[in-house]
T-cell receptor
């Protein structure tokens, strides 16, 4: 079946630095990619929706200048957490959508110290 | 998307069938019922989905009531590896539309 990968799977960074997370659809072209965030013992919360070649649409309460999303190709979307702080520590999950369906990545565990 | 209601937690004995209910009384005619599960620290895993007919695959069966206001996910022979949070989501079949995750049901399969 279709596969979505994320890199890195886990990252630890210092407060104030930026971190980039990649989401790739490995064997299909994703016209839309979604980014979710999940805090411990909570459900997934949608952060933003990105369509290839256009600006991402952010959910209410998500700072677009802090969470930069680039969807430059039909197989790659990136989420950059700028000037990360400990409260940004979370599990970030992407999903890629396009024929033949919608598939989720394995997630990236971000820890900001 | 229509909202769903699921019990927060359930236990099931290993080897027995796990029946996970979901209420979606405001489901629209073009919305499907999807089931995903999430094992700790992993991304959501697709299980099954259906519109109005019952569905079965190698993982599970999905029973949808005739009025489509509720459904049940059945894991026929639960194993310890089925311990996870199970999410029932109703959603139109549209590639540009995201999934809205509720709190799900935390299933614990007990030895």
């Amino acid at each position: 079946g279709a596969v979505v990968s994320q890199h890195p799977s886990r990252v630890i960074c210092k407060s104030g630095t930026s971190v980039k997370i990649e989401c790739r659809s490995l064997d299909f072209q994703a016209t839309t990619m979604f980014w979710y965030r999940q805090f411990p013992k909570q459900s997934l919360m949608l952060m933003a929706t990105s369509n290839e070649g256009s600006k991402a649409t952010y959910e209410q309460g998500v700072e677009k200048d802090k969470f930069l999303i680039n969807h430059a190709s039909l197989t790659l979307s990136t989420l950059t957490v700028t000037s990360a702080h400990p409260e940004d520590s979370s599990f970030y999950i992407c999903s890629a959508s396009g024929p033949p369906g919608i598939y989720f990545g394995p997630g990236t565990r971000l820890t900001v110290t | 998307d229509a909202k769903t209601t699921q019990p927060p937690s359930m236990d099931c004995a290993e080897g027995r069938a796990a029946n996970l209910p979901c209420n979606h009384s405001t489901i629209s005619g073009n919305e499907y019922v999807y089931w995903y599960r999430q094992i700790h620290s992993q991304g959501p895993q697709y299980i099954i989905h259906g519109l109005k007919n019952n569905e079965t695959n190698e993982m599970a069966s999905l029973i949808i009531t005739e009025d489509r206001k509720s459904s049940t996910l059945i894991l026929p022979h639960a194993t310890l590896r089925d311990t996870a949070v199970y999410y029932c989501i109703v959603r139109a079949d549209n590639y540009g539309q995201n999934f809205v995750f509720g709190p799900g049901t935390r299933l614990s399969v007990l030895p």
